[in-house]
């Protein structure tokens, strides 16, 4: 490749990341709260293990922490640990469920967050569901809402975190959390299907990211934007591997991993995985 299609001459530079996961030993597909998940097809829970171990090995190769949360049985979405909270600055805003059936995920998360001794925790007044609505990029808070996380919780996260929130409306009801139609890839950067946003919404990433990388349905149906980046490399779902070769192209390095088991409740590596971030 020569220096006119890669328009990123600078190496990318990785940053260290802390997460929290949370083991599948309790997952399975009980009930149908997105359009992913059909209780009548078969889960096996024991490959699912396998898999998020695959997940939690590929980002300690990486040199990043993980830390673990232990799984309440009852809870089988709970491995979806990017749900339990939003941290920014060492601040822990608490989530509070749309669902009935994962109610009892947000104040388990936020017991773990006090255990650890974090001081500056939020029980959330509105419906928010962690990371899945709030991605940071930047100086931002990207915020989605339109199926889960309530509109009003936009102006809570924005005076909690003292960040601006950038409110996102999703339409597709197959991308139903902000983390599957969108990833932040680097501080400036996201990629992002268009098509799950609601044009006014469409219009305020392209003014905001206008070198934005519009990943193709394709991948987005595999969920190829579920992904995290730490600023050089990005693992996501192997099957997308059209998204993975515009990733090359802008500089990053793509690692794909197979999470098929965890799809079938709507997730993949993103939704498994919740940002630590730490006071500066
Ligand atoms: N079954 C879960 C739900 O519908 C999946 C959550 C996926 N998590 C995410 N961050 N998108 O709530």
Redesign the pocket.
């Known amino acids: 490749m020569n220096a006119t299609e890669n328009p990123t001459r600078t190496p990318r530079t990785p940053r260290h990341m802390r997460l929290l996961m949370c083991p599948p030993e309790h997952f399975d597909?009980t009930y149908s709260?997105?359009p992913?998940?059909d209780p009548a097809k078969p889960v096996d829970t024991g490959l699912a293990v396998t898999q998020w171990q695959q997940l939690v090995a590929v980002y300690r190769d990486l040199g990043h922490t993980v830390e673990l949360i232990e799984p309440l049985p009852g809870c089988p979405?709970m491995v979806?640990a990017?749900?339990g909270a939003t941290v920014v600055d060492g601040r822990v805003l608490g989530a509070r469920?749309r669902?009935g059936q994962?109610a009892a995920e947000g104040p388990a998360y936020l017991r773990w967050f006090r255990d650890q001794g974090y001081r500056d925790t939020r029980d959330p007044v509105e419906i928010n569901?962690?990371?899945?609505d709030f991605l940071l990029a930047g100086p931002y808070l990207l915020a989605g809402t339109g199926f889960?996380s309530a509109r009003a919780s936009h102006a809570e996260a924005q005076e909690f975190f003292g960040r601006p929130v950038i409110g996102l409306e999703l339409v597709d009801p197959r991308f139903?959390?902000l983390?599957?139609a969108l990833a932040v890839l680097a501080p400036d950067l996201v990629a992002y299907h268009p098509a799950a946003f609601s044009a006014g919404s469409r219009a305020v990433l392209e003014r905001l990211f206008p070198e934005a990388v519009l990943a193709s349905p394709q991948d987005a149906d595999v969920f190829g934007l579920?992904a995290m980046s730490d600023g050089r490399h990005v693992v996501l779902p192997e099957a997308a591997t059209g998204l993975a070769s515009q990733l090359a192209e802008r500089g990053f390095q793509p690692i794909g991993v197979d999470l098929s088991e965890l799809l079938k409740?709507?997730?993949s590596v993103?939704?498994c995985t919740l940002e630590l971030r730490d006071a500066r």
Do not use: L, P
């Open positions: 597909v709260i997105n992913w998940m979405d979806y990017a749900n469920f669902n994962r569901e962690g990371e899945g889960r139903y959390h983390d599957t579920n409740g709507g997730g993103k939704c």
